[in-house]
């Protein structure tokens, strides 16, 4: 029944370690994306997918590589983990191509480094 | 009331009474506003939306005005209850040529006692 879903939920990991985070919807929306949320609730947009396709990066280090294998599936993966890492992950996803519009989020991945 | 500085801005309400939660958003060429509500180890769940057409909508117990003269957002929630404590988030499609991506808040947290 879950709309968004991302594993892991919790995701605990040494500095220099590389890691994965999965996200799937079964919506049937073409958008979807990955939110960074710091440790004082900010969220910031990291990556868009329009299916399969890229449309949207932000000002995100080279280590965190999206990769869209289908429309229903964005996964997010990070190399060479940093403390700065650390911080809360959201997949979200959108009906059409549009990136403004509402958005659906998964329940996060709380990513600590240490 | 509200704290600010390096905290999340918190409002504390009593059971019963009525919210306000404000937002100052920053483009005004933004035209569609959403507000979302985060609870605990959850992610943003959407609670109401407005286009800049508009300066007032209702759903059930929340309303949303927006002033584009001043550019504030606000959403009020009526006989608040335990269970609408959460973080609240009002959202803009800030129109530019980035993708029109939706741009967060910072963020204020609710707190209801009983």
């Known amino acids: 029944d879950t709309a968004v879903s991302q594993t892991p939920k919790y995701l605990v990991t040494q500095m220099g370690n590389d890691k994965s985070i999965k996200c799937e919807q079964n919506?049937?929306?073409?958008?979807m994306y990955w939110y960074k949320q710091d440790s004082k609730k900010f969220l910031k947009i990291m990556f868009s997918?329009?299916?399969?396709?890229?449309?949207i990066n932000e000002t995100v280090p080279n280590r965190f590589s999206p990769k869209s294998p289908d429309k229903a599936h964005l996964n997010l993966h990070i190399n060479s983990l940093e403390l700065g890492d650390s911080a809360v992950y959201f997949c979200?996803?959108?009906?059409?191509?549009?990136?403004?519009?509402?958005?659906?989020f998964g329940s996060g991945t709380q990513l600590s480094v240490l | 009331g509200e704290s600010v500085g390096l905290h999340l801005p918190t409002l504390s309400v009593q059971e019963g009474d009525n919210s306000i939660i404000n937002c100052a958003y920053s483009n005004s060429a933004s035209d569609y506003f959403i507000w979302y509500k985060q609870e605990s180890g959850k992610g943003p769940q959407f609670i109401i939306d407005i286009r800049s057409n508009m300066d007032k909508r209702q759903g059930q117990r929340v309303t949303v005005l927006l002033n584009k003269t001043v550019k504030h957002l606000s959403l009020q929630i009526a006989a608040t209850q335990p269970g609408d404590s959460a973080v609240y988030f009002c959202a803009e499609n800030n129109g530019d040529n980035a993708g029109n991506m939706l741009t967060f808040g910072g963020g204020t947290r609710l707190m209801v006692k009983p």
């Open positions: 979200a996803s959108s009906p059409g191509r549009w990136v403004g519009e509402k958005l659906f």
């Open positions: 997918y329009n299916n399969k396709e890229l449309i």
């Open positions: 919506l049937g929306h073409d958008t």
